[in-house]
Structures are given as structure tokens and as C-alpha cells.
């Protein structure tokens, strides 16, 4: 997998503070897409990095992107023994070499970092190789999303059941209420054109779940994305709740839909979510392979209907499509994940798992709640974690500069600064809470 | 990897105080040979799993024994493709899987141990698999001996030369000086006919290397297992030194080899280190592939003659014989060891390396010298350790109830009875080392 240079020599000119500094190396660890979609879309290296001359270091997944081995993606995904090699234990392999590379020419304490996947890869790279990262921010992860670690199946869409009527009552009952609807027009006579005139498909609906599929993925989707500078769950309940006053369900919907993908659209692609695109061909693989998530849906997901994960279904799809049974247990067996409070106590230290709490994937990321001295921290707030990056950034590299200080010649002044940072927004975010349970106090006097 | 069900019955039955008592499992890691082979000569599973009612689970390593894939080890080991599945990293896999299995059985902490090549394995167990293995004991492992971590190359055979005037002076002279006298007599005509015979070789010479090759493996070995009952090293000494009073330098060298392969034998293989065993096919392989020791003699291993480990002479030899290139840097890419105790101290615990001083493999195995609270402790005395382990593997149990005191419901009695003895023990050692530090400042004051 070749060391990404793209965005490699701007950086080192601005804000490397060289070898010598303890200057620290963060690295991006890439996950299910190719590596431009994360320069534009990570803030985290291009806002922090300077506060700690900090090198920025991005490293592409393989297969993903221009990492393609075997000469050609077609190549590398032509039968089970090529896409052998397409694992996540494979890729963090890959990680541990380009950094080794990186770290003997730039001798400084490597920090991994990533998103979704990516995080669950920095959580995983920092346990399989601590002598080479010596910390990892693990950002909405959802490690403990496997086997039967957490709550089974519902975790996505429970959240997903709660974030939308915390946005909005009525656009939460009016998505809850469609579905029997379009069940209800969908087995009559002609109902599948009317639902396809009415949602302006690209293509003739074959069924009603076909569209109800699109539409849940749609309000999945924007419930996982729902922060700054788009909010679309926000746009989306906004869009359904203004159409009320002029049309029936389905209009509401469909105002959900434009507001999704574009008001001006000749026609909408219901098929959207399951285009093949890298991502969903590599990701597609990955799922039916090693990285099983039994994600489902029962009672506890009430916004939709009932879908429950069906492993022998799952597998037998996988069976069909890429000639291998996916490995349910693969995850837990390598990476662990059960009794993860206890292990991560008496072993591994300087991880950090963070995660908004309405981001769906939290279910299966809530690692440890408490701060720990030693080992691992989570903060978890409403939004996507975008300030309490900043903080638990901070706090890690302090944390690590620290434990490297009888290795290292110095601290640099960056940390205490740091330390200081982090003091005033521990503080900051103290005050918010202890002021929050104030007023809630008073709500409940007010009650009685 | 077929759990080994030969010896479990009767030890379930024996000891096991069954999955409520928090009793351990103690899971021996198989290495390069047949298990059948480890039943015999690790004692410490039968010797001490009863003062913790543990259960004792052997696991044999791929490829090794009846643990053989692809049907029949002609195919497993048929060309790079196949051979490719036969590594450390499958191998400690293929342990998770079972391990897994064991405790979903019989639900207790698994400490896993091994020796040697076994004992990397249980260090780099858990490392990579602490949610598995809760502590390791790793027995003469040179995790170390890798790359370019520690003093490169002599290592093994200092310690050799060093260990042979320790057992007699008069032995490693006889044993310094033959080379010479060998080259010297190999180089004359009819030399290599005079040496097969007053070796006894079963196949006329081709060298005075061949002849080199065995005598110096025969010595390497003795020091390598020179532990009770046989100490064969002891033994070697004595039949050379003995022999000095009615032969020249060829007899009492004979004398040796007589001791250590009997004296009645019709003639000598000085093949015998590289016979096609299992063992010696097996690990050929991984010793090309990933276990690459710089194993060679300059001028620290003065008991020989130098024999530098050349890299690329090794390549040459590995690419002609199983057709792929050794990767030198791999098991620290992998592993780690370089650092490693700034890592350990970081990350991990529950680890002890062990060692006795004179195992030649000892100089890949200094991992730390002190007892850390909470993480690595290595005692080293001068034979191989069995007193020692009892006393570490005490020591680590304990360790592992404590820590696990908040999960589990009790710590057995039993486990005190262990601190007790671990007490009495380091009291016990701590009064020898004063002694042996009083009796050193004695000679020194009467030396001067």
C-alpha cells in the first residue's frame, strides 16, 4: 500500500517540528473508501495538528482507492482466494509497515486516528501494535457491534427511534405511520405504479420493500450524518413537517426525498444506497466475510417494521454473491470485544473511544464511560463530537508525551499548553453539565 | 487444529476444581514439534496445576504432529502457496479459536506457557490476544533475537563459550584448539579418510566442515539443555577431560561424542542435527519464511571458529529451497521488540519471561531484570529454571486471581497458599544473592 504523498509535503513544511521536537505523528488510518473522500471531509489533522508540530500522515486501506493489489481491482476481487487478502487484518498489517517506514525516517510517537471502520482499525492497530502506535483515537467505532457483545441486532435502528422524534414529534409519527401505508397501496391493483409515479423512481418499483428499503436507509443515513454544516435529519424532518399543510403522506415523504437528494431531480434512484461504488462493492466483501454486524431491527426499532437479522439468510446471500459463508465470531475471536472493560483495564492503555450519542453506530461504541487514569476515556455529547475531539485529542497526546517523558528529551511547551486546554474545557463542559442538572432540578419542583 | 483430547480425561478428572471455583486453565502452546513429545518433557502442567485445581489443555501447533491441514503434510508443504498457511501468527490463531472454545466450556482465566519457540508463542499470545490468555509464562523465549534488537549474531554462542570454561577449563581448551588441528588434517591427503574413521562417520567425509558442523551443534546443544537429570553438557566435559590422559586431541573430542550419542554405536551420523525430521522440515520452512535469527560467530563466540550470520548468502539458500526470500524484519513488524520494555511498561501485563543464565538462548531473552508491580518480572539463575518457575507461575496465578478478585467471585485459598510459598521463595532467593554478594566483597578485599 504506498505512503499517500498527496498532502505529505505541505504539511511538513508548515507544521512539523522535526524529529528532534517529540513532535508527534498522527496518522489516518483510511477505511472503506478511497482516501480523497477523508482530506476533505477530516478536520480533525488539518485543525490540531499545529498545536503539536504535529506530522499528518494519511494511509489508504487497501483495495480502496489507489491501493488496488494484484494490478487491477478486477483482478483483486475475481474469486474468494484473491479477496483472501481483502481483511481488516490484512490492512492494519499494511499500516504497521508503512508507519515502521515513516517512524525510522521521522522518529517520533505515531498516534492513529479514524472514523467508523477507521476508528474501529485505530482501536485494533493500538491492541495488535502498541510498539508502534502509541495511542489511538478511535471516533465513532463500533467495536462492541459483533457477535453477541451488546445489545443484539436493534442498537442502529433503536437510536435511530430516538433521534428522530428528539428532532420531531410529528416527523417521527408521519415516518412511523408510512410504512403500513405504502404496504396498504402497494398490494393493490396498480399500487406499485402509483408509488412509483408518486416517488418519481427511476425505474418501475418491483415491490413495495424495495422502496421501503431506499426509505429507511434514507432516514438511517441521516441520522448517522447529522452534524454541522448540513444537518440532514434536521433538513429532512423539516422538509416532512412543512409539507403537511399541503399534502397527504406520501407527499411529506417525498418532501423528505427532495430534501435528501435535490428538489430538481427528473427522477429519484431507489437503488441509491446499493450502487456500486467502491465503497459498496469493497464494504459489500468486507460484511460478508469478516465483519458481520448483525444489525436488525425488532421491537425495540419501533419508528420501522420489524426486520430482524436472519444469520442463515445472511449467509446464504454471501454464499450466492462471494462463494464464502461469512464468520460470525472472526471479530471476537481476533480482536476481542467481550468482558472489553476488564481487558482494556488490565491491559492496553491510551486508547480513546468517542462517540455522539445519536450517532446510531453508539450502540455498539460505548466502551467505557468513566474516565480512567490509565487506560481509556469516553465522551460522549449530543452532536458529533467535534469539540470533544479537540479536548480528548488534547488529552491523549498529554497523556502520551507524559508516559514518553523519561524517554524522550523534552516536552515540548505545545503539551502544557495543552494540559491547560484541556483543564478549561473540562471545566467548560462541567459547568454545562452541573447548570443542565440545575435546570432539570427545577423542572422537577416545578412538577410537583 | 485438533484440541488435544489424549491427556485432558484424566486430568479433568484429577485436578480441575470445576468452572465456579475460578480455577485457571493453564493452556501449554505447542511448538515446533509433536506434542507427544511435549507430554514428556514439560513437567510443569503435572507438577503444579494441582495447587491451583487447574485444568491443563495442550495445543499443538499447525503442521506440527497430527495437526496437519490440506490432508497430508506432503501436500500442506508442497509448494509457497500452501506453505504460505504455516506461521506464527495462523498458529496463535488456530489457539485463540480453541481457546476460545475451551472457555466457553469452562468458563475460567486461561494462562497460557510454552518453552522456546512455545514460549514466544505465549508472550506474542497475549500480546495480540489479551482478551483470551490472561497472563503468559514464556520459558526461554528469544523474543529478542530478531532483527537487529540486541547484540546481534554472537549472542548464542557467547553465552556457548561462555558456559564451557564455567564447566571446565580444560574441556573448552580441548574444544578451542581442535578446529584448527581438524583443518589442518583435512587439508592433507587422505586427511578426510583418517577423520572418518577416527570419528567413526557413517558416510566417508566430504569436509572438515561436516565434521565442524556436527561437533560445534553437538556442543551448542549440550549448553542448550544442560538441565537435570542428564546435564549433558557436564557429561561431555567429563568424557573429554577424562579422556586427556591415554589420547591425543581427536580421541578425547571422540570421547564427547561417544557420551552424548552412546558409545556402543556402529558409526556416527554427522547428519544427525539436520536429519529430516519433522521437526527440522517444519522449522526449516519457518526460519526461511518469518523466524529469521541472525544466529552466527565472530569474534565474542571465541570458543569457535567465526562464522558470521550472512543475510544474503541465507536468502540465497532460502529462495533455492523453498522458493521465497526469508523477511528478517517481519516478526518485529509484527511482534514488536524493539523498545520493548518502554512498551511493555505502557501496554500489557501479566507477561514473565524466564530464563536460566547459561541457556543460550538467554541473550534473546533479557526482557527486564526487575520485578515490575504491574507488568514483566524475568528471574534468571544459573540453570534452567524449575525452581524458578514454581515460583513465577505462583506468582503469576496470583497475580491473575487478584486482578480478576472483582469479577470472579473468590480467590480460592489455594492461591494464598501461593503467596505464601512466593514469600518463602524470594526470601529464600534474596538470601542467596546477599551471600553471594558478601562472599564476592570478601575475595575482593583479600584480593587487595
Redesign the interface.
Same mark, same amino acid.
Given at each position: 500500500m504506498p505512503l499517500s504523498s498527496r498532502n505529505m509535503p505541505s504539511t511538513l513544511n508548515t507544521y512539523w517540528g522535526g524529529a528532534n521536537s517529540s513532535s508527534p505523528i498522527f496518522a489516518h488510518l483510511g477505511a472503506e473508501s478511497p482516501l480523497d473522500h477523508d482530506f476533505l471531509r477530516v478536520g480533525f489533522p488539518v485543525d490540531h495538528a499545529p498545536f503539536f508540530n504535529a506530522l499528518v500522515v494519511y494511509v489508504e486501506h487497501r483495495h480502496y482507492g489507489e491501493s488496488v493489489p494484484f494490478g487491477s481491482m478486477e483482478e483483486a476481487l475475481k474469486n474468494e482466494t484473491t479477496r483472501g487478502f481483502f481483511n481488516s487484518a490484512q490492512a492494519i %498489517?499494511d499500516y %504497521?509497515?508503512v508507519l /515502521?517506514y515513516v517512524k525510522e525516517r521521522f522518529s517520533s510517537p505515531v498516534i492513529v486516528y479514524g472514523g467508523s471502520y477507521g476508528g474501529m482499525l485505530a482501536a485494533w492497530f493500538r /491492541? *495488535? @501494535?502498541? $510498539?508502534?502506535a502509541?495511542g489511538a483515537l478511535a471516533s465513532s467505532a463500533p467495536v462492541l457491534y459483533f457477535d453477541n457483545i451488546t445489545r443484539p441486532q436493534d442498537g442502529y435502528y433503536w437510536i435511530v427511534t430516538k433521534d428522530f422524534p428528539a428532532t420531531s414529534g410529528s416527523c417521527y409519527r408521519t415516518i412511523k405511520d408510512s410504512w403500513d401505508v405504502v404496504d396498504n397501496i402497494a398490494s393493490q391493483p396498480g399500487g406499485l405504479s402509483i408509488l412509483s409515479q408518486r416517488f418519481k423512481t427511476c425505474s418501475h418499483l418491483n415491490s413495495g420493500v424495495e422502496l421501503k428499503n431506499f426509505l429507511v436507509s434514507m432516514c438511517a443515513s441521516s441520522a448517522q450524518y447529522n452534524h454541522p454544516p448540513d444537518y440532514p435529519l434536521t433538513v429532512l424532518c423539516e422538509a416532512i413537517d412543512r409539507a403537511g399543510s399541503r399534502t397527504d403522506i406520501f407527499g411529506q415523504i417525498f418532501a423528505g426525498v427532495e430534501s435528501a437528494f435535490g428538489k430538481n431531480s427528473s427522477c429519484y434512484d431507489v437503488n441509491y444506497f446499493h450502487r456500486p461504488t467502491e465503497t459498496n462493492e469493497g464494504w459489500g466483501w468486507q460484511v460478508c466475510s469478516e465483519m458481520v454486524m448483525p444489525i436488525g431491527r425488532t421491537v425495540e426499532a419501533h419508528m420501522f417494521q420489524p426486520a430482524p437479522f436472519n444469520l442463515t439468510e445472511f449467509t446464504q446471500y454471501c454464499k450466492l454473491v462471494y462463494g464464502v459463508p461469512p464468520r460470525p $465470531?472472526w471479530i471476537t475471536? @481476533? @480482536? #476481542? #470485544? $467481550?468482558?472489553?472493560k /476488564?481487558?482494556l483495564q *488490565?491491559? %492496553? +492503555?491510551?486508547i480513546i473511544f468517542s462517540n455522539g450519542r445519536k450517532d446510531p453506530y453508539s450502540s455498539g461504541g460505548y466502551v467505557i464511560y468513566t474516565i480512567k487514569e490509565i487506560i481509556v476515556f469516553c465522551l460522549s455529547f449530543e452532536v458529533m463530537p467535534i469539540l470533544d475531539h479537540l479536548v480528548m485529542v488534547f488529552w491523549l497526546i498529554y497523556r502520551v508525551l507524559e508516559? /514518553?517523558s523519561d +524517554?524522550l528529551l523534552a516536552i515540548s511547551t505545545r503539551s502544557w499548553f495543552a494540559l491547560d486546554l484541556i483543564n478549561s474545557f473540562f471545566f467548560f463542559f462541567e459547568n454545562q453539565r452541573e447548570s443542565q442538572k440545575e435546570k432539570e432540578k427545577e423542572k422537577e419542583m416545578r412538577g410537583n
Amino acid at each position: 500500500m504506498p505512503l499517500s504523498s498527496r498532502n505529505m509535503p505541505s504539511t511538513l513544511n508548515t507544521y512539523w517540528g522535526g524529529a528532534n521536537s517529540s513532535s508527534p505523528i498522527f496518522a489516518h488510518l483510511g477505511a472503506e473508501s478511497p482516501l480523497d473522500h477523508d482530506f476533505l471531509r477530516v478536520g480533525f489533522p488539518v485543525d490540531h495538528a499545529p498545536f503539536f508540530n504535529a506530522l499528518v500522515v494519511y494511509v489508504e486501506h487497501r483495495h480502496y482507492g489507489e491501493s488496488v493489489p494484484f494490478g487491477s481491482m478486477e483482478e483483486a476481487l475475481k474469486n474468494e482466494t484473491t479477496r483472501g487478502f481483502f481483511n481488516s487484518a490484512q490492512a492494519i %498489517a499494511d499500516y %504497521a509497515e508503512v508507519l /515502521l517506514y515513516v517512524k525510522e525516517r521521522f522518529s517520533s510517537p505515531v498516534i492513529v486516528y479514524g472514523g467508523s471502520y477507521g476508528g474501529m482499525l485505530a482501536a485494533w492497530f493500538r /491492541l *495488535k @501494535y502498541p $510498539h508502534i502506535a502509541i495511542g489511538a483515537l478511535a471516533s465513532s467505532a463500533p467495536v462492541l457491534y459483533f457477535d453477541n457483545i451488546t445489545r443484539p441486532q436493534d442498537g442502529y435502528y433503536w437510536i435511530v427511534t430516538k433521534d428522530f422524534p428528539a428532532t420531531s414529534g410529528s416527523c417521527y409519527r408521519t415516518i412511523k405511520d408510512s410504512w403500513d401505508v405504502v404496504d396498504n397501496i402497494a398490494s393493490q391493483p396498480g399500487g406499485l405504479s402509483i408509488l412509483s409515479q408518486r416517488f418519481k423512481t427511476c425505474s418501475h418499483l418491483n415491490s413495495g420493500v424495495e422502496l421501503k428499503n431506499f426509505l429507511v436507509s434514507m432516514c438511517a443515513s441521516s441520522a448517522q450524518y447529522n452534524h454541522p454544516p448540513d444537518y440532514p435529519l434536521t433538513v429532512l424532518c423539516e422538509a416532512i413537517d412543512r409539507a403537511g399543510s399541503r399534502t397527504d403522506i406520501f407527499g411529506q415523504i417525498f418532501a423528505g426525498v427532495e430534501s435528501a437528494f435535490g428538489k430538481n431531480s427528473s427522477c429519484y434512484d431507489v437503488n441509491y444506497f446499493h450502487r456500486p461504488t467502491e465503497t459498496n462493492e469493497g464494504w459489500g466483501w468486507q460484511v460478508c466475510s469478516e465483519m458481520v454486524m448483525p444489525i436488525g431491527r425488532t421491537v425495540e426499532a419501533h419508528m420501522f417494521q420489524p426486520a430482524p437479522f436472519n444469520l442463515t439468510e445472511f449467509t446464504q446471500y454471501c454464499k450466492l454473491v462471494y462463494g464464502v459463508p461469512p464468520r460470525p $465470531h472472526w471479530i471476537t475471536t @481476533y @480482536y #476481542g #470485544g $467481550h468482558d472489553i472493560k /476488564l481487558t482494556l483495564q *488490565k491491559f %492496553a +492503555s491510551n486508547i480513546i473511544f468517542s462517540n455522539g450519542r445519536k450517532d446510531p453506530y453508539s450502540s455498539g461504541g460505548y466502551v467505557i464511560y468513566t474516565i480512567k487514569e490509565i487506560i481509556v476515556f469516553c465522551l460522549s455529547f449530543e452532536v458529533m463530537p467535534i469539540l470533544d475531539h479537540l479536548v480528548m485529542v488534547f488529552w491523549l497526546i498529554y497523556r502520551v508525551l507524559e508516559d /514518553l517523558s523519561d +524517554s524522550l528529551l523534552a516536552i515540548s511547551t505545545r503539551s502544557w499548553f495543552a494540559l491547560d486546554l484541556i483543564n478549561s474545557f473540562f471545566f467548560f463542559f462541567e459547568n454545562q453539565r452541573e447548570s443542565q442538572k440545575e435546570k432539570e432540578k427545577e423542572k422537577e419542583m416545578r412538577g410537583n
